[in-house]
């Protein structure tokens, strides 16, 4: 299913010239909640990102992940790398729930969840 919306979003933004590319990082996160879901990684403007994601969710009937968000007070710890990573989890295109999020050993895993 990743390939499949990684060719959506791609073409999607470049037949709306939007800034996006976006491409599959080869593993995967799971989660208790929402099941599991393969990491990509995209360039280009983060409002067009985040539209072309959601977007995604919703018309190809899947679960995604928004991923970005920080909390205010962790801003000197994000600039340094070892804070926490907020995500958004969609299904269908309508938000279903929260991740936190934490890097090791290159990767993004989960570190807590909560539904929406």
Do not use: P, Q
């Amino acid at each position: 299913m990743g390939t499949k919306a990684v060719e959506w979003m791609n073409s999607f933004s470049k037949k709306n010239n939007n800034s996006f590319n976006c491409e599959l990082e080869g593993y995967t996160i799971s989660t208790f909640h929402f099941g599991n879901f393969e990491v990509l990684s995209w360039k280009g403007n983060w409002s067009d990102a985040r539209k072309i994601i959601v977007k995604a969710s919703g018309k190809l009937n899947m679960k995604v992940i928004e991923a970005g968000y920080h909390l205010k007070d962790n801003i000197l710890l994000s600039l340094i790398g070892s804070s926490k990573e907020h995500a958004k989890v969609y299904r269908k295109g309508n938000f279903a729930g929260i991740l936190v999020l934490g890097r090791k050993s290159g990767h993004w895993i989960v570190k807590s969840e909560k539904l929406g």
